[in-house]
């Protein structure tokens, strides 16, 4: 067997092994592609061991056998793929008894939206928060809340507090009136006219 003949049958079955790769291993199509460009390398191999030395009748049982082991592979992976252990946690969803703590607790940090409470740990952006007596973990908007803040939880993001800090205007901002509107609503080119 000359050398192209031997990295015929070798690509062919690297290919095949990358093939069964991808189903078991999630790579976004990377492991796909390099298996699309071995099999290219492995015709060409092929091509140069038997099609162009005239032996055609070998390079058809090569090209014969791709034909057939390459969704006979890729069959036998997704066949197999279900019955592992992997595979049974990927495919069967979880049962209501496992979902019923998860669904639970969701309930349970639904309540406090809306709540307030007070900083335990700087929040920049994640912490500890103190709602209704309970130390919960709690993640800012992206603002840095320092510890003994007020703060008031917005929404659940996951299994974490969304909250905002609590601002405290000691004196609450006067009605506007006429004249401030008026004034509000002047404009520099009103200042101009003005003066003509």
């Known amino acids: 067997m000359d050398s192209y003949a031997l990295m015929a049958v070798l690509t062919l079955a ?4 990358l093939l069964a790769a991808e189903v078991f291993i999630p790579s ?9 460009i071995v099999f290219i390398i492995s015709v060409w191999s092929a091509w140069q061991a038997w099609g162009k030395s005239g032996e055609l009748t070998l390079f058809l049982i090569y090209i014969a056998a791709l034909v057939v082991l390459f969704p006979s592979v890729l069959g036998g992976a997704f066949y197999v793929f279900p019955r592992t252990e992997y595979g049974r946690r990927m495919m069967n969803p979880p049962s209501l008894d496992e979902m019923e703590p998860f669904v639970a607790e969701t309930e349970r940090l639904t309540r406090l939206i809306g709540k307030t409470g ?24 992206g603002m840095l809340i320092l510890t003994d803040t007020p703060v008031r939880v917005l929404a659940l993001k996951g299994n974490r507090l969304l909250v905002r800090q609590v601002r405290e205007s ?24 003005g003066q003509s």
Do not use: K, N, Q
């Open 170 to 193: 000691a004196v609450p901002e006067p009605a506007p009136t006429e004249e401030s509107l008026a004034e509000h609503e002047r404009t520099p080119l009103d200042d101009d006219f």
């Open 28 to 36: 976004g199509g990377v492991i796909m592609t390099a298996a699309g």
């Open 14 to 17: 690297l290919g095949l092994a």
């Open 118 to 141: 007070t900083t335990l740990t700087r929040l920049g952006p994640g912490g500890m928060v103190l709602v209704e007596g309970e130390r919960m973990h709690a993640e800012s908007e």
